[in-house]
């Protein structure tokens, strides 16, 4: 399935200082390219946050507050934030 590290701030709704912390952060693919115009990638909100963790503990905290996660909840990223990693 691959995964994709995050090379640019990724568009959304939390602050930017939370967004810019994605930065060199590599999740495993849950799926594919997906959706709109430009294209997202979708990974496992879970395992997307315990990667940040791992790099920014305060931004992975303020998605853990901010975001309604469920055992199933998926993030996307857009394609032009990412980059594949094989």
């Not at 590290?5 to 912390?21: D, F, L, N, T, Y």
């Amino acid at each position: 399935m691959g995964s994709i590290k995050i090379i640019s701030v990724p568009p959304g709704q939390a602050p930017e200082w939370v967004r810019k912390e994605w930065i060199g952060v590599v999740i495993t693919l849950q799926a594919g390219l997906i959706g709109n115009k430009y294209g997202s990638y979708r990974v496992d909100a879970h395992e997307a946050i315990r990667r940040l963790k791992e790099k920014s503990p305060e931004a992975a905290t303020w998605l853990e507050k901010n975001l309604r996660l469920t055992k199933t909840t998926l993030l996307m990223f857009a394609k032009t934030a990412c980059c594949l990693e094989r």
